[in-house]
Every structure is written in structure tokens, then in C-alpha cells.
T-cell receptor
């Protein structure tokens, strides 16, 4: 089974702190994604990466950055956390290939509270 | 551009009732369509998918048919159970397969 592991289920941080959210997948997937999930807004894509050291902005990249130094790991960084970044953060990965393989596999999520 | 619109919730049904959750999409090219389910406290997991027009995806008694003419992918189940209580997300992937677009989610509660 594919496993996507997010390092923390719950995090509480203070405004202005630098926050790292870590995600690791064990299936050698090329593509990895970070979303945030908010009530009434569904999932919104923050960043994605389709290869090591490659990154692409999603719909809401402001206030975030990412790092992909190794294929299995994709980190989301909040440079200076703000209260409006309180949310559920979901990491996902997917393999390359055509429609038959195009499935996203999700981690359990990290619920971040910024006080 | 690409987008997904799904019916707003929450939806509350009695056990064994029929379920429909509507989903329509806008896409350039020929997307694949998905339903994901999120159980309380968990991440999303794939429920079913369809990769081309007229395909029917099915899993755990749920079904959805890719309708290109109406740009729809409605989720149905003939008889829901309490264990089906979850949030359901409709999604599409663009032809490059790099990016997914999700609907806002529909919360379903099934009462005994």
C-alpha cells in the first residue's frame, strides 16, 4: 500500500514563527502536492512538485514556500506564520503515467493552529 | 480554466436511503474525474474514478458515470449505511496529470 506520512497531526505555533510541515511518501512517486483545507472552500493547492528540486505555484502560494531535496520528501514552509494560516494541511503524491495511474494519495493531514 | 462544482451540504439521510451528490465540471481538454472520501480525522482516499466519457466508476456500492454531454459526474449509492458518513469530494485532473481540481466537498451524515 502507498503510504504518505505527515510528520505531525497537530501543531500549535505563534504568530511570526517559521513553521515546517514535512511529508514523506514511500512509493517513489514523482509528483507531490501541498493543499490546505478550509470549511466551505474545499482543498486549495498551495504548491506542487513534479521532480526533485522542481516546484510550481498552485492557487494560493503567498506566505508559503516549499523544498524538495529528495524524491520522497516534500516540505512546506511558512516563513512567518500568521493567524490566517490556521488550517488543515494535506500532502499528496501521485505517480507519473497516463490516466490509469493518475491517482493522488493523501496523508492524514496536519491541523495547524497559529495563535 | 478547470473547475469543479458540487452540491452544497450538509446532507442527512436515514440508513438505506438513496444517495445522490451532484458534481459538474469545467475543463479544457479531456480530464479524468474522481470521487474522494474523507472519513472523520483522516486524509482523503480515492473512492472511484473514470478516465473517459461514458466510463462508469464504482466501488463499495457507489457509482458515478462520466457524462461529457452534461459535464457531470454525479455520485450515487442505492442504500447508504451509517459507515458512509463522511465528506465527499469531486475532483478532476487536467490532461497534463500534474494538477487536480477539487470541489468544496459535501458532508454526508447517515442516521440509523
Amino acid at each position: 500500500d502507498v503510504k504518505v506520512t505527515q510528520s505531525s497531526r497537530y501543531l500549535v505555533k505563534r504568530t511570526g514563527e517559521k513553521v515546517f510541515l514535512e511529508c514523506v511518501q514511500d512509493m517513489d512517486h514523482e509528483n507531490m502536492f501541498w493543499y490546505r483545507q478550509d470549511p466551505g472552500l474545499g482543498l486549495r493547492l498551495i504548491y506542487f512538485s513534479y521532480d526533485v528540486k522542481m516546484k510550481e505555484k498552485g492557487d494560493i502560494p503567498e506566505g508559503y514556500s516549499v523544498s524538495r531535496e529528495k524524491k520522497e520528501r516534500f516540505s512546506l514552509i511558512l516563513e512567518s506564520a500568521s493567524t490566517n494560516q490556521t488550517s488543515m494541511y494535506l500532502c499528496a503524491s501521485s505517480p507519473p503515467g497516463g490516466p490509469a495511474k493518475n491517482i493522488q494519495y493523501f496523508g492524514a493531514g496536519t491541523r495547524l493552529s497559529v495563535l | 480554466g478547470n473547475s469543479v462544482t458540487q452540491m452544497e451540504g450538509p446532507v442527512t439521510l436515514s440508513e438505506e436511503a438513496f444517495l445522490t451528490i451532484n458534481c459538474t465540471y469545467t475543463a479544457t481538454g479531456y480530464p479524468s474525474l474522481f470521487w474522494y472520501v474523507q472519513y472523520p480525522g483522516e486524509g482523503l482516499q480515492l473512492l472511484l474514478k473514470a478516465t473517459k466519457a461514458d466510463d462508469k466508476g464504482s466501488n463499495k456500492g457507489f457509482e458515478a458515470t462520466y457524462r461529457k454531454e452534461t459535464t457531470s459526474f454525479h455520485l450515487e449509492k442505492g442504500s447508504v449505511q451509517v459507515s458512509d458518513s463522511a465528506v465527499y469530494f469531486c475532483a478532476l485532473s487536467d490532461p497534463s496529470f500534474h494538477q487536480f481540481y477539487f470541489g468544496t466537498g459535501t458532508s454526508l451524515t447517515v442516521i440509523p
